[in-house]
């Protein structure tokens, strides 16, 4: 056999096409210009030249709550709130819609459920889940839904579309339907009483879904819509500063005459100088980052000035700012410990508590309505009043620190009766009725006139009836 093998059985060799193409970049390592691109979206209006970026506004709030960790630290506080509840099963009228409701929240990841109910009313205004239930069973299972796929319409199941404009002067003003992914594939459309739907000032709201159709007091109204450009002015200046800082000479090498002092001919002088800068370039390119160069004394290092560089730092100060105001979190729940007073962060607590507990309303108003209807699925007859509820633990509690030093401090200045202390301590009454009262600052021990022990006294008048 020669140089080349000419044998016939064998296949011969298929043509295989060579990539000119960089190859990917590993998922654990970014660039400046990886950062940059990550938040290019926010930047823009929500266009590009060919395509629209996102489809509709519920996109855009996933992706601000994802990049930006002020909004992300804020979600995160409010939502696990939904954590701290309880169930006052002793409202239920009888012990059959008890142990139904009972069961119900025990077949579901109930949990759960509260949680992302509170963080979706924060973030988009709404929360849509579809109801899986049997009759003669009650409610199996409630499946979340992407609020970014699901449409609302006045129309009834599989009715053919509709000429109308659907626009300011013509809405869609009442949820009969819901679909999903509608003029895509694998559209599904459900019924409004198959979706538990929660929504937050939704009553004069005007929203325009991913069809470009206008709908009022239908879809509720999201607090991300007045941070849309505050994000964008934000990630804009961050950007630029990255750039800018990425681009700017940080050291620069400089090289004494004395290198070239002993030569005398300007050709040779130039050379030599740029001799030095190659070798000296190689060798720091060459360093690992834990290395030292070590140069002659007559080639210096030298550091660029960083003062030049403008100092966004106020601005995106006022950004975050803005961002507490409107979610109305204080900063301090966000990481944001800078310029948090006291006096500032109590009044924020204030103000927090107060939205807070307006989320948690709307959520437990619509538990209780899917309690209803689960009982209405397992044929039990009940009305809202009879049902067990939902109670959240209050967001300002005290804790056992502060509530023992309220409660020693109002008994040590004879404000408070020791049973009205022990009360507000959750003990257990102790009898005595006795409280502090304070006289010329000693501290007396005195028993309440109706605790005396009045058994042994007399009646003055013998106990002859004088009436």
């Known amino acids: 056999m020669g140089l080349f093998s000419r044998d016939k059985s064998k296949k011969p060799l298929e043509a295989r096409e060579i990539s000119l193409k960089p190859p990917a970049p590993s998922p654990f390592s970014a660039s400046i210009s990886d950062i940059l691109k990550e938040t290019e979206s926010l930047q823009t209006q929500g266009y590009t030249q060919f395509k629209s970026v996102y489809n509709t506004e519920f996109d855009l ?16 506080a409010v939502s696990l709130t939904g954590n701290k509840y309880s169930i006052d099963y002793s409202t239920a009228k009888n012990q059959r819609i008890r142990d139904s409701v009972e069961d119900f929240i025990e077949s579901i990841d109930f949990d759960d459920l509260i949680i992302n109910s509170m963080r979706n009313l924060l973030v988009y205004g709404n929360s849509i889940d ?10 199996t299972g ?4 992407p609020i970014t796929q699901i449409t609302i319409v006045d129309e009834p199941l599989n009715s053919p579309r509709s000429p109308r404009a659907y626009g300011k002067d013509d809405p869609i003003m009442s949820a009969v339907t819901y679909r999903f992914r509608e003029q895509d594939r694998d559209q599904k459309e459900y019924p409004a009483d198959e979706i538990f739907h929660l929504k937050i000032d939704y009553r004069s709201n005007w929203f325009r879904d991913r069809l470009n159709r206008w709908t009022y007091g239908i879809w509720g109204a999201s607090r991300f819509s007045a941070l849309k450009q505050a994000i964008r002015a934000k990630y804009n200046t961050m950007n630029n500063r990255i750039a800018i800082e990425d681009s700017m000479t940080k050291q620069y090498i400089t090289i004494d005459m004395k290198a070239v002092e002993h030569i005398t001919d300007p050709n040779e002088q130039r050379e030599r100088l740029s001799h030095i800068m190659n070798e000296v370039a190689a060798l720091i390119e060459s360093l690992r980052a834990d290395q030292i160069p070590i140069l002659p004394d007559y080639v210096r290092i030298e550091q660029m ?6 100092d966004n730092s106020g601005f995106l100060e006022m950004i975050n700012s803005d961002i507490s105001a409107v979610l109305q979190v204080p900063r301090v729940s ?10 500032a962060t109590f009044n924020a607590n204030t103000w927090s508590v ?14 209780s309505s899917l309690f209803l209807k689960h009982l209405e699925l397992s044929g039990i007859v009940a009305r809202r009043r009879n049902l067990p509820t939902l109670i959240f633990e209050p967001v300002d509690e005290e804790s056992p620190y502060q509530l023992m030093q309220r409660a ?3 008994f040590e200045k ?6 009205e202390a022990r009360k507000i301590l959750n003990y257990e009454p102790s009898g005595e009725g006795e409280y502090n009262d304070k006289k010329n600052g000693d501290m007396i021990k005195t028993v309440r006139p109706d605790k005396l022990d009045t058994s042994t006294v007399k009646p003055e008048n013998n106990g002859e009836n004088t009436t």
């Open 414 to 419: 004879g404000i408070l009766t020791k049973e």
């Open 334 to 343: 966000q990481g944001q410990e800078r310029g948090s007073t006291f006096a």
């Open 408 to 410: 020693a401090m109002g």
């Open 354 to 367: 107060q939205a807070i507990s307006r989320l948690q309303s709307v959520v437990k108003e619509g538990i």
């Open 61 to 76: 709030f996933d992706d601000m709550v994802k990049l930006d960790p002020e909004l992300n630290g804020a979600v995160r």
């Open 142 to 145: 409630l499946q979340s839904i």
């Open 305 to 310: 000035d960083m003062k030049n560089v403008p």
């Open 130 to 139: 579809k109801i899986v239930g049997k009759a003669g069973v009650g409610i």
